[in-house]
């Protein structure tokens, strides 16, 4: 099997389209056209459905999405391992919920990056799920996520504990009771976010009726717009301190059964680890004082 013709099907499954598919690789759209038909050809099945608004997996195609994955991401480690030497270099490509990266990373990310200045590190943020699937399908090699979370292709390790409150505009009254939030707006970042999630859960556990929401793609604007009286949101007490002591917000506690969630840095079982990957790990281990999974 080809593997030019793999990196051509797994692009364009993921792409969704030939023409991005071919702009992505930098292709003619006739030649991207062309390979998938030789794959096709060469298993005897179609791959994708064509129809007027473009194309969409057949059930052997979202089959071989999957293998595509594997065998490519096996070919990338082996070249990684060939060319490996002991110091950390390469890329690495790691994710964050967006509270965690603008918090709890900067000076780990600040201090590694130092470290080891050959190595290409990549920081991506976006919401717990995102994070996980960009994980499962080998696009990042590690990422924080809220959890914990139970998948057999994962390892996670606790990172840290954080404090959720209720946040508000400065003149808001207290918030004694998460019923009297009933009213409210509620601004929360978009679906996949972790604390949107467990917002939805308390509401349902507290028998509420589903509250007004309001998606926004950044923490900062929420925050703002918090500041302003829009509505109230749900977030970790640690990125709202600084807000909160120049007086533009207010926070208010929750029920201690609701309070707490954990972030844990995820990674594939089967991932290599690589000097990029297990100096980031040895690092982050230190800045975070966790114990390693193999000590007691």
């Known amino acids: 099997m080809n593997i030019q013709l793999l990196q051509v099907f797994l692009t364009t499954a993921r792409e969704g389209s030939i023409s991005k598919a071919a702009q992505t690789l930098n292709y003619a759209q006739s030649n991207v056209t062309n390979k998938i038909q030789q794959l096709e050809n060469d298993l005897q099945t179609k791959l994708f459905y064509r129809h007027s608004r473009g194309i969409t997996l057949t059930p052997p195609g979202q089959i071989l999405v999957s293998y595509s994955e594997k065998i490519l991401h096996t070919i990338e480690e082996a070249r990684a391992a060939m060319g490996e030497s002991s110091a950390p270099s390469g890329p690495l490509r790691i994710g964050s919920m967006e509270t965690t990266a603008a918090v709890w990373l900067p000076q780990l990310l600040a201090h590694y990056n130092n470290l080891y200045p050959n190595v290409?590190?990549?920081?991506?943020?976006?919401?717990?799920?995102?994070?996980?699937?960009?994980?499962?399908?080998?696009?990042?090699?590690?990422?924080?996520?809220?959890?914990?979370?139970?998948?057999?292709?994962?390892?996670?390790?606790?990172?840290?504990?954080?404090?959720m409150v209720l946040v508000t505009s400065a003149s808001h009254p207290v918030i004694s009771s998460i019923q009297d939030v009933q009213t409210q707006t509620m601004l929360v970042f978009r679906k996949g976010c972790s604390y949107r999630a467990k917002l939805n859960h308390i509401l349902q556990e507290e028998g509420l009726l589903p509250i007004k929401l309001m998606e926004f793609g950044i923490l900062e604007a929420i925050i703002g717009c918090v500041s302003a009286g829009l509505g109230i949101s749900l977030l970790p007490r640690s990125i709202i301190a600084s807000h909160e002591k120049e007086g533009r917000i207010r926070s208010h506690t929750i029920s201690d059964k609701y309070s707490f969630v954990s972030t844990m840095f995820i990674r594939r079982k089967d991932t290599l680890i690589t000097p990029a990957l297990s100096a980031f790990l040895t690092h982050m281990r230190d800045h975070f004082q966790i114990k390693r999974p193999d000590q007691s």
């Open 120 to 163: 290409d590190l990549n920081l991506v943020t976006g919401p717990t799920e995102q994070q996980i699937q960009a994980v499962l399908h080998y696009e990042l090699n590690g990422a924080f996520i809220s959890g914990p979370i139970e998948h057999p292709d994962l390892v996670q390790e606790k990172v840290l504990d954080e404090e």
